[in-house]
């Protein structure tokens, strides 16, 4: 048992940190503000450092390197800006990983590598406005048309849509069998006649991040875009989403760190009563509070991302990670708020962002309630 | 084309200081360490000297064994190869003996370029890289800001007091001290850093290298004493401006006396 991160964790730490303070951070406000993705900064240069393919073997343009690794990148990221963390998590774990788990080996060199080398960037899209929480609810149609298939129908709040060249796609291709069997995954690019981008939400929090709809309207696509075997969407999407929880465990992470240091640094200069705020108990014990839910979430993150890169299950390690994480990371920022008390509540200091951008990581890739179900029955059945 | 860059790792500054034991240093335990910030400089300058000339790149640390995790940082930044002097008593060494050290390995070497910082950021003597060329018998070129090589002759700028710079040229081989501005430090990039592991990371004993004795040494070392804090400025806005200028000609290098 061995608590220490590598050598090369350490440097992807220091490397990933230096990059987020120096070039991420300085944007991260006003981004917010505008509700402005910068391609640019928040991913074409992630690409340039490698971060875009991190977990994946150099034969497909990727560095490598372990989950763990993956895991402080989206962590560093998120500590100064949760919607760079999420752009990074959606391509790699939900749009390009699908491709690397389940891909031929010409989707591999086709779709993946570009990807994993940070020239196109990847969305998922299996929600709709009537399949949340229950994604075997859904509607979007494929029908096989000779060497193609015809797509049909809406999805909705799909992080990097619009941006992204590349799509992983659930669509329902045998009406008649069980609700999660007849669902299979595609490979769709943008671009595709018949795809089109519908409206961009308007979010409470991760603004710098654009979520849309994606709309499909007769759109062919090559029958070699199918991913995976016919039938098998679902457990295409369900293995997804199992690393995609760590990505997500970890902005969640990041963002409940940022907001401990900020805390921390705020109460150690802030006097009241002509002294720093953070000589009274009332104070310092809730930055002692946070300080260990944010250590426990982190534990459970890295134990999460070990077992993932070990080849040991992990479905259940990281739905416990993710529900934990984004927990503390929703208290561990509302506490920040209270700690900078007015400062804090507003958008001079970067707490009140930083508790709006928590708030997400409670909902998306399985709601909370949906991770205690997937906990709760493993541990029941 | 054979460069050799010389990097020291030091406390991040940020970092809280206490005197140690012997009162002759900084506490060493509980900081967290990185490389010293005008050695980035020059691990930068040699890596793009390397790319640029086809050259081979040593990159030179002496110290504990925690050291190797800051050439770590260079060879993924590009170094070829590290050279690390196992010392555990680096830190009380004075400028001679490190100078020294460096210049035993590099005298066999036959390196072209030698690359150091300009000074360390916690010891701050400024005397190692000019010792290494002197005991070397090579020219030195210090704080330089500009670095351009053109066959055997490099032409680099030196920053001098007060803004003003130097244009110097020297024909290899030769040292040079980096100072800040002399370019922008790249990042260690993904595949780099999980290239550096297989890089050959050679361990030699200080004792194999060390042949001089001390000529300085540290005698005490104390905090400095608590300053009052800021000063405040009265009068109108005409009266603030003139004092305010008075103070930036004075106390600093913001505007030309
Ligand atoms: C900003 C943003 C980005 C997103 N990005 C993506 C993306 O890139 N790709 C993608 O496919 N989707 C994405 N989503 C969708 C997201 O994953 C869903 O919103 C989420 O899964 C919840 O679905 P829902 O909104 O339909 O809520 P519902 O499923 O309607 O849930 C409503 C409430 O009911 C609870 N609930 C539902 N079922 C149960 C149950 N069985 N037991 C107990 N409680 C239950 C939920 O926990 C929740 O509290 C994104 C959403 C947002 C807001």
Redesign the pocket.
């Known amino acids: 048992m061995n608590f220490d991160l590598t050598e090369e964790q350490k440097l992807i730490k220091d490397m990933v940190r230096e990059f987020a303070e120096n070039e991420i951070a300085p944007s991260a406000s006003e981004r917010d503000e505008e509700e402005r993705f910068d391609r640019g900064l928040m991913f074409d240069k992630l690409g340039e450092l490698g971060l875009t393919g991190i977990v994946f073997p150099e034969e497909y343009g990727g560095a490598g390197a372990d989950y763990i690794s993956y895991a402080i990148a989206v962590e560093e990221l998120s500590r100064v800006c949760a919607s760079t963390g999420?752009t990074l998590s959606?391509h790699l774990s939900?749009g390009s990983n699908p491709i690397y788990l389940f891909g031929t080996e010409t989707q591999k060199q086709k779709f993946l590598t570009p990807m994993a080398k940070g020239e196109k960037m990847g969305?998922?899209?299996?929600?709709e406005?009537a399949?949340?929480?229950?994604?075997g609810g859904t509607k979007t149609t494929a029908r096989r048309e000779g060497d193609s298939w015809i797509l049909n129908g809406t999805?909705?709040?799909?992080?990097?849509?619009g941006e992204a060249e590349i799509y992983v796609v659930?669509a329902r291709t045998d009406k008649d069998a069980q609700k999660h069997h007849g669902i299979s995954a595609f490979i769709v690019e943008k671009g595709t006649p018949g795809f089109s981008f519908g409206k961009k939400?308007k979010?409470m929090g991760?603004r710098s991040?654009p979520?849309m709809e994606l709309v499909f309207e007769n759109c062919q696509i090559p029958a070699d875009n199918m991913l995976g075997k016919e039938g098998e969407g679902f457990k295409v999407a369900m293995k997804t989403l199992d690393g995609g929880r760590i990505g997500i465990a970890a902005q969640a992470l990041g963002i409940a760190q940022g907001a401990l240091e900020a805390a921390v640094n705020y109460a150690k200069e802030r006097k009241q009563f002509d002294n720093p705020i953070a000589s009274f108990q009332g104070i310092m014990f809730q930055l002692a509070d946070m300080a260990c839910m944010v250590e426990s979430a982190r534990l459970l993150v890295y134990q999460a991302a070990y077992k993932a890169s070990n080849g040991q299950s992990y479905t259940q390690a990281s739905a416990m990670a993710k529900l934990v994480a984004s927990e503390t990371a929703m208290k561990v920022s509302t506490q920040a708020v209270q700690v900078l008390g007015g400062y804090g509540y507003t958008r001079e200091f970067p707490v009140e962002r930083m508790m709006r951008d928590a708030k997400?990581t409670e909902?998306?890739?399985?709601?909370?309630?949906?991770q205690?179900?997937v906990i709760g029955t493993n541990l029941t059945r | 084309m054979k460069i050799l860059v010389c990097i020291k790792q030091v406390p991040d500054m940020e970092s809280r200081f206490k005197v140690d034991s012997a009162g002759t240093w900084y506490d060493t335990t509980e900081l967290v360490w990185r490389m010293n910030e005008y050695d980035e400089y020059g691990v930068e300058q040699a890596v793009q000297l390397k790319e640029q000339t086809g050259g081979d790149l040593t990159v030179l640390c002496i110290g504990p064994d925690r050291v190797k995790e800051t050439m770590k940082k260079a060879l993924a930044m590009g170094c070829d190869r590290g050279a690390h002097v196992n010392d555990p008593d680096y830190a009380t060494r004075d400028p001679f003996e490190i100078g020294a050290i460096i210049a035993e390995y590099a005298s066999d070497k036959g390196f072209d370029v030698i690359f150091t910082g300009m000074q360390s950021q916690d010891r701050g003597s400024a005397q190692v890289g000019v010792l290494v060329s002197e005991l070397l018998g090579i020219p030195a070129v210090t704080t330089i800001v500009d670095f351009v090589l053109e066959g055997s002759t490099v032409n680099v700028k030196r920053e001098l007091e007060g803004g003003i710079k130097a244009k110097v040229s020297v024909t290899l081989p030769a040292l040079f001290t980096c100072q800040l501005g002399l370019n922008t430090p790249r990042y260690p990039t993904l595949p780099n850093i999980m290239k550096a592991k297989k890089k050959e990371l050679l361990s030699i004993p200080v004792q194999d290298l060390l042949k001089v004795a001390f000529r300085l040494e540290t005698v005490s070392m104390q905090l400095p004493e608590k300053k009052g804090g800021g000063l405040v400025l009265e009068g109108d806005a005409g009266e603030l401006a003139d004092k305010l200028i008075t103070i930036l000609k004075e106390k600093t290098g913001v505007l030309a006396k």
């Open positions: 999420v959606a939900l969305a998922f899209g299996l929600t406005p399949a949340g929480s229950d994604a999805k909705i709040f799909i992080t990097n849509a659930m939400e979010k991760i991040s979520t997400i909902i998306y890739e399985g709601t909370s309630e949906i205690r179900l």
